[in-house]
């Protein structure tokens, strides 16, 4: 029924792991998370709606996730049929500041997917970090 536990240092970590619970169930390993209608089984209004109709056939979802999820890069400073393994979600926000030409806090979770950048671009634009008392600087090792 529960393929595995976790503790939360496992799934978690920071300044605030002592708010996270103790113990975090995966059930998602092989479907969705919510893979059932956001109707109750007796029936009624779905508790999420689109702004339409529900399908007969298929229902409101309140949600259809997966543990791993997918990441589409395209255009000039992406590499082409680059994998890029062991990316996490916190690594978007300071990729995304990287591509704004924005300092990245240096204490901010995750890292700039340098990996999927072309050598060209990241010599052109190397990661800059900033400090908390604002003060700009470039890490050097980042191709």
Not at 17 to 32: F, K, M
Not at 108 to 125: C, F, N, S
Request: overall charge neutral; cysteine-free.
């Amino acid at each position: 029924m529960i393929p595995r536990v976790h503790r939360k240092q496992e799934i978690y970590s920071g300044p605030y792991l002592d708010d996270a619970p103790d113990l975090l169930i995966d059930s998602w390993l092989d479907r969705a998370f919510l893979p059932s209608q956001s109707a109750g089984k007796h029936g009624g209004r779905p508790v999420v709606t689109s702004g339409r109709p529900p399908r007969k056939s298929l229902g409101e979802k309140t949600a259809s996730h997966r543990y791993n999820g997918i990441l589409l890069l395209k255009d000039k400073p992406f590499k082409a049929g680059q994998a890029l393994e062991g990316a996490q979600i916190i690594d978007l926000a300071p990729t995304i500041l990287h591509l704004m030409d924005v300092p990245v806090p240096d204490d901010m979770d995750g890292q700039v997917l340098t990996e999927a950048l072309k050598d060209e671009y990241l010599i052109r634009h190397p990661v800059a970090y900033r400090t908390e008392d604002g003060v700009d600087g470039k890490r050097s090792g980042q191709l």
